[in-house]
């Protein structure tokens, strides 16, 4: 039985992880901590886990407690991390971080996108970006795991195949997506109250959202070149769920590729991928298709028989997005079956 700690359990993403967790057959939460929350019964602050968890409650965090389980989740916001991951790895305690953190490889890349130094830049080398699809090895033998944001998730996996095989023009890269309330955490916030969201859509962040250069460290590892990326996040008045069209130009040495050759690369990619579908040609992915579920769903289009690629993607923003891909990460690193706890289809209507 894999013992679990999770550092920052009241928000959206540690709630989550509680769900997901409950099912699995060989993992327990023993240690959820919460400065605010200490004393309270997780099921009183969350009553869809009675039955669960009942007997569990917020702790003030205590690295001893920590250190005596095999892995720490941190559902924290930025910059918390910094301070006790260390520690818990000298104790032998492996790490997967749901925030920022460890994701980009530039301590001061990070500081300049997060406003603050980097507080453990001797772990940026170590530390394993979890996107399944790309470093399940690594991830296997990891101490350290980043686990990717929610939108860099849609993305990237909307446009690998393209960019490993060097198909696409690697500059004029457009990312438009969409994301519901709940990506902006459980914390008070005018935007997010259902008064000011419903009825309504803004862009938000333009140019300047803390996920762009995440998304393009991964599309330039990818593309072994670096890459020119526009990306527009949207706020939507949805609960959960990302929504990803990205527009792509192919090369002029591939424009002569079918659709047929484009829907079997994209196939072929993810043959072996437990948590990607790829949806046949011209299909339009639905977020509620994906609510609950650990999946990123993909359509691949292309207008009138141009050199343009719109690929569309979809995930659920607390599940594959975050927590659910957190899970994932978990089962590779110690050899369980990697959907373990993770076999919820979506939720519909």
């Not at 240690?31 to 968890?53: F, K, Q």
């Not at 007997?55 to 916001?77: R, S, W, Y």
């Not at 953190?101 to 170590?126: S, V």
């Not at 359509?299 to 659920?316: E, K, M, N, T």
Request: net charge negative; hydrophobic share 40%; with cysteine.
């Amino acid at each position: 039985m894999i013992k679990i700690g999770i550092v920052g359990g009241t928000g959206y993403t540690g709630v989550e992880l509680l769900r997901l967790l409950a099912s699995h057959p060989n993992a327990q939460v023993e240690v959820i901590t919460s400065r605010s929350e200490a004393g309270t019964c997780v099921a009183d602050m969350y009553p869809n886990l009675r039955g669960h968890y009942s007997n569990l409650f917020f702790t003030e965090p205590d690295v001893a407690l920590l250190a005596a389980c095999d892995v720490v989740f941190f559902a924290t916001p930025h910059g918390v991390a910094h301070a006790l991951a260390g520690e818990l790895l000298n104790a032998g305690t492996r790490v997967i971080d749901l925030s920022a953190d460890f994701r980009l490889k530039d301590a001061a890349e990070w500081a300049r996108w997060y406003g603050q130094p980097h507080g453990a830049p001797e772990l940026l080398t170590e530390a394993v970006y979890g996107l399944p699809e790309v470093a399940r090895k690594e991830i296997k033998t990891a101490r350290l795991i980043a686990v990717p944001g929610c939108y860099p998730t849609a993305v990237q996996l909307g446009l690998l195949p393209l960019f490993e095989n060097n198909l696409v023009e690697t500059q004029g890269i457009i990312a438009d997506c969409k994301s519901g309330v709940s990506g902006a955490g459980r914390g008070t916030n005018l935007g997010s109250l259902f008064c000011e969201a419903a009825e309504s859509m803004k862009a938000y962040a333009v140019g300047k959202h803390r996920h762009h250069p995440e998304i393009t460290q991964g599309l330039t590892s990818a593309a072994g070149q670096s890459v020119g990326l526009t990306f527009v996040p949207h706020l939507t008045p949805m609960i959960r769920g990302i929504h990803a069209t990205l527009y792509v130009r192919l090369s002029p040495a591939n424009q002569e590729l079918t659709d047929i050759q484009l829907q079997e690369l994209f196939e072929a990619r993810y043959k072996n991928e437990p948590c990607v579908d790829i949806m046949p040609w011209n299909s339009c992915p639905e977020t509620r298709s994906v609510r609950g579920a650990n999946v990123c769903r993909i359509g691949l289009h292309r207008p009138q028989g141009s050199d343009l690629i719109i690929v569309l993607a979809v995930i659920d923003n607390l599940v594959k997005g975050a927590s659910g891909q957190a899970v994932q990460n978990m089962n590779i690193m110690f050899g369980q079956d990697e959907l373990a706890g993770l076999t919820y289809a979506g939720l519909m209507p």
